[in-house]
């Protein structure tokens, strides 16, 4: 276990990609007005959200 509150490894990049793909829908749909792009960005989210739970699991060992 690391001392270091930031995500490392497969976290953060889970964490990155998500928020680069949430990103990109969001900025496509803006420019397009096409609704398809939310599909995107919901996707962006869960990633994100995979790898902060990911995080948190390491940091605490698992317990809940």
Do not use: K, N
Request: aromatic share 10%; net charge positive.
């Amino acid at each position: 276990m690391s001392a270091t509150p930031s995500p490392r490894g497969w976290e953060l990049l889970l964490v990155m990609a998500g928020a680069l793909a949430a990103m990109t829908g969001t900025t496509a749909a803006y420019v397009t007005h096409d609704h398809v792009w939310r599909y995107l960005v919901v996707a962006g989210c869960f990633v994100q959200c995979i790898g902060w739970v990911r995080h948190g699991c390491r940091q605490r060992g698992g317990a809940r």
